[in-house]
């Protein structure tokens, strides 16, 4: 593996740790209750899919429904997510409680503050240099999304 190569898997390993590192420790949006990272991704997904279904939400966050249904009924139960089955029966939507929308606005403020620094950045890039970042971060999914399915 070439040198260059090697620095920029380094520098995204060394990001990724740095992420886990500030989600791992739970942390309250001004409802009082300390919500960990994946909680938080629910919130926002569900925040920004109106009405979205179970499959859906598993679809977009990558994981199985299984592991959506345990993250739901938890956020149910700490009444920010609602459950809805207008349609019929099978096909549960869920929308953001007001309890939820404080923390999903929260997060927003976050991620806002988290990642302020890139704008200018990315208003500076070529054209170009936007898509091979772009095609690198869907190979790097696309990629850990095969190996976690292996698993």
């Given at each position: 593996m070439n040198n260059e190569l090697q620095t920029l898997i380094d520098l995204f390993l060394k990001i990724l740790?740095?992420?886990?590192?500030?989600?791992?420790?739970?942390?309250?949006?001004?409802?009082?209750?300390?919500?960990?990272?994946?909680?938080?991704?629910?919130?926002?997904?569900?925040?920004?899919?109106?009405?979205?279904?179970?499959?859906q939400l598993a679809e977009i966050m990558g994981v199985t429904?299984?592991?959506?249904?345990?993250?739901?009924?938890?956020?149910v139960n700490k009444n920010f997510i609602i459950k809805l089955n207008d349609i019929n029966r099978k096909e549960i939507n869920l929308k953001l409680?007001?309890?939820?929308?404080?923390?999903?606005?929260?997060?927003?403020?976050?991620q806002k503050e988290l990642f302020d620094f890139a704008g200018p950045i990315y208003e500076k890039a070529k054209p170009e240099d936007r898509?091979?970042?772009?095609?690198?971060?869907?190979?790097?999914?696309?990629?850990?999304?095969?190996?976690?399915?292996?698993?």
């Open positions: 740790h740095l992420y886990s590192v500030i989600g791992r420790k739970p942390k309250d949006y001004g409802t009082g209750d300390l919500l960990y990272v994946t909680e938080i991704h629910t919130i926002t997904v569900v925040g920004k899919n109106k009405e979205i279904n179970m499959t429904k299984g592991a959506i249904s345990q993250t739901i009924r938890k956020l409680s007001e309890k939820g929308l404080i923390v999903y606005k929260g997060q927003e403020s976050f898509e091979l970042v772009h095609n690198l971060f869907l190979a790097i999914i696309d990629n850990m999304q095969n190996r976690a399915k292996a698993l």
